[in-house]
């Protein structure tokens, strides 16, 4: 997967880079849900943060909706399912902003897991990392 942005160049000062560095994890990598927060942290919009850490050689995972890391999820909810499927794109496909919005009903964790266990596709990343999956669950992190 490549990010969206590959071609953007983003300027950070040395107070936006530490703030992003303080939010990696053990393994160097910065969680979706860090992301999203690191964002607002140094004034930026989510979709600039695949771009910005690219740049940094930093790598974003554990996507909430199970694109891409090793999130451990549960059982689908065939209700979140039933609620989702009204929003199809076509072929199946939702938007991540729509599923995260969906999260508002319910819990991030339970769209996750509905999506990872279902036929659901997900496009679109809000932090810029894909436009659309390429292969179901695909694993990269």
Not at 76 to 81: A, D, G, Q, R, T
Request: one cysteine or more.
């Amino acid at each position: 997967m490549s990010s969206i942005d590959d071609d953007m160049d983003i300027k950070l000062d040395n107070i936006q880079k530490d703030l992003i560095l303080t939010n990696l994890d053990a393994e160097g990598k910065l969680s979706c849900l860090k992301a999203f927060k690191v964002a607002r942290l140094i004034g930026k919009k989510p979709h600039e943060m695949s771009a910005i850490t690219k740049s940094l050689g930093i790598k974003i995972t554990n996507c909430e909706l199970g694109v891409f890391g090793k999130i451990k999820f549960n059982d689908p909810n065939i209700e979140v399912y039933n609620r989702i499927k009204q929003n199809y794109l076509g072929n199946k496909e939702l938007e991540c902003k729509v599923l995260w919005n969906e999260a508002q009903q319910s819990t991030l964790r339970t769209v996750g897991s509905t999506v990872v266990n279902s036929d659901i596709e997900v496009t679109h990343c809000q932090l810029g990392c894909f436009r659309k999956r390429k292969g179901k669950h695909e694993s990269k992190s």
